[in-house]
């Protein structure tokens, strides 16, 4: 079974090799494609793509996965990644991106939302814990936040601010982290990606 530490090390070499191939990324609304590179790709065409990377990388760890799959009780609401075969997965993990810029360069303000939000139709990670806590699936729990890093937005206080408020939703384990660089898009050239176990469910406090 694969180690949250080797999961994190593994998807950030994932963004790499897949960054390598140049993939595009076209504009869901106004059809215009990006310029080449992972990181103007929606984050489940992301967690697609370094898959895809990773079940060639290392069959035996990765070969069996699936994306979006529903939660129990919830079908409506689908886990991002489940890693093993159903029903006891040996992992269940939500992703997501913290992209402070946009393939023009401008800055996204709306982006901390998606890490920070409280509110469930928001999405965020702070409400993934709450999602995996009380998720039905079996097996180990994980949220995962793979970032796009920029020397005057680093993203280390977005992260450890996603910490403080997420401890008072749920237990986690220490934070894993690696690094990746040298991707091929002008403006989305390194960052990390980083995670953290859910272990159990705790009352907000008040």
Wanted: charged share 25%; with cysteine.
């Amino acid at each position: 079974m694969v180690t949250l530490e080797q999961f994190v090390t593994d998807f950030a070499r994932g963004m790499k090799l897949a960054d390598q191939r140049q993939p595009v990324a076209v504009n869901a609304r106004r059809k215009i494609a990006f310029q080449a590179g992972i990181g103007p790709h929606s984050e489940t065409e992301t967690v697609k793509l370094v898959m895809i990377e990773l079940a060639a990388l290392s069959p035996e760890a990765y070969r069996q996965y699936r994306i979006g799959v529903p939660y129990p009780e919830k079908s409506r609401q689908k886990c991002d990644l489940c890693l093993g075969k159903p029903p006891s997965w040996e992992w269940a993990v939500e992703v997501k991106m913290l992209r402070l810029f946009g393939d023009n360069g401008k800055l996204n303000d709306n982006m901390l939302m998606h890490i920070l939000s409280p509110y469930p139709e928001h999405r965020s990670a702070l409400t993934d814990c709450d999602k995996l806590a009380t998720s039905g699936l079996q097996g180990q729990k994980a949220v995962v936040i793979y970032a796009f890093d920029t020397p005057h937005f680093p993203v280390e206080p977005a992260i450890r601010a996603f910490e403080l408020l997420a401890r008072d939703r749920a237990q986690l384990s220490s934070r894993f982290s690696a690094g990746f660089k040298d991707l091929v898009h002008p403006v989305h050239t390194y960052g990390l990606v980083v995670a953290w176990e859910v272990l159990d469910r705790q009352s907000p406090r008040d």
